[in-house]
């Protein structure tokens, strides 16, 4: 009885280690998505408060497939929150937060920020007056952070009002610095999880060049 609840504990905790490295591609692959899209966008989005929303407005209606590049942009950078969340939980419940899954459990985590900090800086790039309004009222709370709150406010602010300055730094955070931070560490997460996962494999399972190779010698030495 207790080898049978051991052996389906074994099966439970490696159905969980095997959809979480399956998340950790789909986190890869919209990272991907919200990184190509950003590109394209970026060829004609102006961060400034006059340009913003207009060209914008240009990408949706004028540019060859606009409303397409911008919607794949949204849903991959909402979904990116999604499973990143989902992941911590998928993680947890695998007890992947132990020692061995440090490195994984950590940037899973750092990923899950990234993500909502990727959105959090989108806010006010739409230059709309209801995001001007969320975002002022954000501002606010970032300010009443203690003992850092006031200086991060004036580095985002960059002025005495929201103005394009504002504006550029959102953009300049979003686009050059979370999104390569994103990128970096969803790579790390999943190669963290592939790597632990042959680590626990057995000796001939494992994903060596040594195998490889001496797998391929034997393929030559039969057909010969």
């Known amino acids: 009885m207790i080898a ?3 052996f389906r504990f074994e099966q439970f905790q490696y159905i969980l280690q095997r959809t979480a490295t399956i998340l950790a591609i789909v986190e890869l692959t919209l990272c991907g998505i ?4 950003g590109i394209l966008l970026a060829f004609y989005y102006q961060p400034t408060a006059l340009g913003a929303y207009e060209s914008l407005t240009t990408i949706a209606n ?3 497939n606009g409303t397409l590049i911008l919607s794949l942009h949204n849903i991959a950078g909402n979904g990116l929150i ?3 969340l989902v992941q911590i939980v998928v ?3 695998g007890r992947q937060f132990l020692a061995p899954w440090l490195t994984a459990w950590v940037s899973g985590i750092g ?3 990234a993500a909502i900090s990727l959105s959090w800086t989108a806010i006010l790039l739409d230059w709309e007056q209801m995001s001007f309004w969320r975002f002022k009222v954000e501002l606010k709370i970032v300010g009443s952070i203690p003992a850092i709150g006031s200086s ?3 580095i985002l602010l960059g002025g005495n009002g929201i103005g394009s300055i504002t504006l550029q730094h959102m953009y300049a955070l979003h686009s050059y610095i979370l999104a390569i931070v994103a990128i970096f560490l969803s790579i790390t997460h999943l190669g963290a999880l592939i790597c632990q996962e042959q680590h626990w494999k057995p000796e001939d399972k494992q994903l060596r ?3 490889l190779c001496s797998e391929s010698a034997a393929n030559k030495d039969s057909s010969l």
Do not use: C, Y
């Open 4 to 6: 049978n609840r051991s």
């Open 34 to 37: 919200a990184g190509f899209t």
């Open 62 to 64: 004028e540019v060859t």
């Open 82 to 84: 999604v499973f990143a």
């Open 91 to 93: 993680m947890f419940l």
């Open 111 to 113: 990923l899950a920020i």
């Open 152 to 154: 991060l406010q004036d």
């Open 209 to 211: 060049i040594s195998n």
